[in-house]
């Protein structure tokens, strides 16, 4: 058996290494081959089939990022998970959802030996300046007032190495296994999964109860931004400034030369400092 079949994504291998408590609440499991996106295949099923469903694919050919930006979503060696979850808080403990994912991710990534990574916000796991995973958080409201969300994540495990891959990516990225020490990097995507939905799962059903505040400490440990010199660019307009952490509806306050202090809440951000 290769080393690219022992490590193919397996729903029964996935539920066996969950938690009781996310087997118990994670309703359906979902792995394909290959689909367009993960995101788009829970967008597509009928509002009853979406809540607690997560669903893995091997390989998406319209993975997508914020602002509608390509994730390149190449077979073989990466992680491409969307959960479905159905929250009844209000719209503005939901703009922190992209926020609650990525300290998920963080904590996953902990327990597979990674250190060193953060999050840039709003949803950008970073290890130094590169990339190793991103989220994407749909949403729509019901008409029982509740909002169904989609929460996308694309992890670089063991990104394949091919003369495409630079070409097809535009930021700095790396992948997990090239920051892994030695000894871990023969890390199981299939463990990997079930650790982002033991985070994620338990999460969810708490952040549907209790809002952000149980995940703001640990949020304020993973920001890469607090106290750093950073330039951003909002509608065409570039700034620079010091960034403060984030406000009770999850945007991002900032010290910015020209104007002083504001929060944004969509704006592609870059670290300036060292």
Not at 257 to 263: F, I, L, Y
Request: charged letters at 25%; proline letters at 4%.
């Amino acid at each position: 058996m290769g080393a690219a079949e022992a490590d193919s994504l397996s729903a029964e291998t996935i539920r066996q290494n969950l938690s009781r408590a996310a087997r118990e609440w994670l309703q359906r499991l979902t792995v394909l081959d290959e689909t367009d996106s993960t995101n788009a295949v829970l967008a597509r099923l009928p509002d009853t089939q979406r809540h607690a469903h997560a669903v893995l694919a091997d390989a998406q050919t319209a993975g997508r990022g914020r602002r509608e930006r390509r994730w390149h979503s190449p077979a073989g060696g990466n992680i491409y998970l969307s959960l479905g979850w159905r929250f009844g808080v209000g719209a503005r403990e939901m703009s922190n959802l992209p926020l609650l994912a990525a300290v998920c991710v963080c904590a996953a990534l902990d327990r597979a030996g990674l250190r060193g990574h953060g999050v840039k916000w709003p949803n950008d796991v970073l290890v130094g300046r590169a990339k190793l995973a991103g989220i994407l958080v749909e949403s729509q409201s019901s008409p029982d007032r509740s909002v169904l969300a989609v929460i996308g994540i694309g992890l670089n495990v063991r990104m394949p190495g091919t003369a495409a891959t630079p070409a097809a990516i535009d930021r700095p990225w790396t992948d997990l296994v090239t920051q892994l020490p030695v000894e871990r990097r023969d890390v199981s995507r299939n463990r990997l999964a079930a650790n982002l939905l033991d985070e994620l799962v338990p999460a969810c059903e708490r952040f549907a109860r209790e809002g952000f505040a149980p995940f703001r400490a640990d949020w304020a440990r993973r920001d890469l931004l607090a106290g750093r010199r950073i330039a951003l660019e909002d509608n065409g307009m570039a700034r620079c400034g010091t960034a403060l952490g984030i406000d009770d509806s999850g945007g991002l306050a900032v010290d910015l030369d020209d104007v002083g202090r504001q929060v944004l809440h969509a704006a592609d951000v870059s670290i300036l400092d060292a």
